[in-house]
């Protein structure tokens, strides 16, 4: 897969719902409706669409992230205080995060993605199978049958 995803923030939700589409031959809309109709279907249709979805909602958090420091700039456009520098490292945990969630949809989409093929796949799709439902510790105390009360040898019962 090659590494024409620009920079441009809405350019790289464009360009990744573009393969999304391409990929599974319908809209966005139809699969988003088609994972919700029969989401055990397709895993990689399911987990497209999952992380496609947190990809949306980091462009949004980046969006008003940028859109604050903006506002904050504008107000004192030759002063760069602590509260405008937190506002610049808000914007930077935004476009990581939305950078991060834009390599999973990228790597999910590639059939040929490090991982996919062999001994790392196998053990992926024994954790994807669902063999296991719950926690993997146990989250509440063993149940202890209850027992018939023996006298210990040297006391004596009443």
């Not at 990744?16 to 055990?40: C, H, N, S």
């Not at 390599?103 to 196998?122: C, E, F, I, S, T």
């Not at 009360?149 to 019962?157: D, K, L, N, Q």
């Amino acid at each position: 897969m090659s590494d024409d995803i620009p920079d441009g923030s809405d350019d790289v939700v464009g360009v990744l719902t573009e393969r999304i589409e391409a990929r599974f031959g319908m809209g966005l809309a139809q699969l988003k409706a088609a994972v919700a109709a029969a989401p055990d279907a397709n895993p990689d249709a399911t987990a497209v669409v999952k992380y496609h979805g947190l990809l949306l909602d980091s462009q949004a958090v980046l969006d008003r992230a940028e859109d604050t420091l903006l506002a904050a700039l504008e107000m004192r456009p030759s002063e760069v205080d602590d509260p405008t520098m937190h506002l610049a490292q808000r914007v930077n945990a935004a476009v990581s995060a939305r950078d991060g969630r834009a390599l999973v949809v990228r790597w999910l989409l590639d059939p040929d993605a490090p991982g996919k093929q062999g001994l790392a796949a196998d053990r992926l799709a024994r954790l994807n199978r669902g063999s296991r439902k719950g926690p993997a510790v146990q989250t509440t105390a063993p149940h202890r049958p209850a027992t018939a009360s023996v006298p210990r040898a040297g006391r004596a019962t009443l």
